[in-house]
């Protein structure tokens, strides 16, 4: 599934230099969305706080969902997720 995934600190999404939703290619396993591609989002050009949910966008489907472990993001930093780590319930 072709979807577009967002960067969440709680309720809000990140803003700030160098953010932008990033386009992902998502596969079914065992019940749950899989990446099936390394998605980057970054470099940060301003703080953008801790990285704590990601939201999945496409026609079918809009759902959020927390990630395993929040990350900070500080300036010059980038928050890569390798192909098969994001795993997601939608």
């Not at 396993?29 to 939201?55: I, K, S, Y």
């Not at 966008?57 to 098969?84: C, H, K, M, Q, W």
């Amino acid at each position: 599934m072709r979807t577009e995934i967002a960067l969440f600190s709680g309720e809000n999404e990140i803003t700030g230099g160098g953010y932008a939703r990033q386009a992902a290619y998502l596969a079914p396993e065992n019940g749950r969305m899989v990446n099936q591609e390394q998605l980057t989002f970054g470099p940060a050009t301003v703080d953008w706080g801790t990285v704590t949910h990601v939201r999945l966008i496409s026609a079918s489907v809009d759902v959020v969902s927390p990630i395993n472990t929040a990350r900070t993001i500080d300036r010059g930093e980038y928050l890569v997720f390798i192909p098969r780590t994001l795993d997601l319930v939608a």
